[in-house]
């Protein structure tokens, strides 16, 4: 059985830091890839960053690019997601989610969410508030 539990979300003012994480199970980490999704009040959810279990390879979304990092912890089975110079804008709660994606699904050098992360993320953990606040 998939599960996906995240933690460490808080209030933090503007240019602060928090780090983000993941504990996974259930599944073959190699063939998955995790992401982080967000999803704010009165707005749709959207896709973050994400890492692709094969090769390591990660895709962040233009408005974190630079500030924050995906990582993960192969012998804890966790995926961490360190978020700097935080901005009112990050604010939203923090989706975890996992889908099967095998190597052969990769693009190089993908320019598109569907193209680095894939679309169709079957499980999902249940969310943690980040705000970013003065």
């Known amino acids: 059985q998939v599960q996906l539990v995240e933690s460490g979300g808080d209030l933090v003012q503007p240019g602060g830091s928090l780090r983000l994480s993941c504990a996974a199970s259930?599944?073959?980490?190699?063939?998955?890839?995790i992401a982080w999704f967000r999803q704010a009040p009165g707005k749709e959810r959207e896709g973050v960053a994400c890492?692709?279990?094969?090769?390591?390879?990660?895709y962040y979304t233009g408005p974190v690019t630079g500030r924050f990092t995906i990582a993960r912890d192969n012998a804890k089975k966790s995926v961490w997601l360190q978020m700097n110079d935080l901005k009112p804008e990050d604010t939203a709660v923090y989706y975890c989610?996992?889908?099967?994606?095998?190597?052969?699904?990769?693009?190089?050098?993908?320019?598109?969410w569907g193209k680095g992360c894939g679309y169709e993320y079957d499980y999902w953990g249940q969310g943690t508030q980040v705000t970013v606040s003065s």
């Open positions: 890492i692709n279990g094969n090769d390591d390879s990660t």
């Open positions: 259930g599944f073959n980490w190699g063939d998955y890839t």
């Open positions: 989610a996992t889908m099967y994606r095998p190597a052969r699904l990769y693009y190089a050098n993908p320019d598109t």
